[in-house]
């Protein structure tokens, strides 16, 4: 079975950094899509960011970029996603997920499978 587990979370003042780590098991890890998502009280699930591991394929989006990045090590099977210049908007709790989806797509529903999430949390 497919297995994605986060780490990294946590509290940090605004202007501050942390990297989320998302290791992933029971896959293909060069033959699937791996997406940062989040998903904040009260709103819908928003795609941060994707990654082809292995495929030098990386895609951002806009309301974060600048600030967050994502990367991979494909030896360990894991991605990560850098955050720094932290807002209080930012707060959410993170999830990675992992799929087959379409080019760049960060799109939730074309994900397949799911992590437990990692709290992230930026405030004074």
């Known amino acids: 079975a497919v297995q994605l587990v986060e780490s990294g979370g946590g509290s940090v003042q605004p202007g501050g950094s942390l990297r989320l780590s998302c290791v992933a098991s029971?896959?293909?890890?060069?033959?699937?899509?791996i997406g940062w998502f989040r998903q904040a009280p009260g709103k819908e699930r928003e795609g941060v960011a994707a990654?082809?591991?292995?495929?030098?394929?990386?895609y951002v989006a806009d309301s974060v970029k600048g600030r967050f990045s994502i990367s991979e090590d494909n030896a360990k099977n894991t991605v990560f996603l850098q955050m720094n210049n932290l807002e209080p908007e930012d707060t959410a709790v993170y999830y990675c997920?992992?799929?087959?989806?379409?080019?760049?797509?960060?799109?939730?529903?074309?994900?397949?499978?799911w992590g437990q999430g990692t709290q992230v949390t930026v405030s004074a």
């Open positions: 990654i082809y591991p292995g495929g030098f394929s990386t």
């Open positions: 997920a992992a799929g087959k989806v379409r080019f760049n797509s960060l799109s939730p529903r074309e994900y397949s499978s």
């Open positions: 029971g896959l293909i890890f060069n033959s699937n899509w």
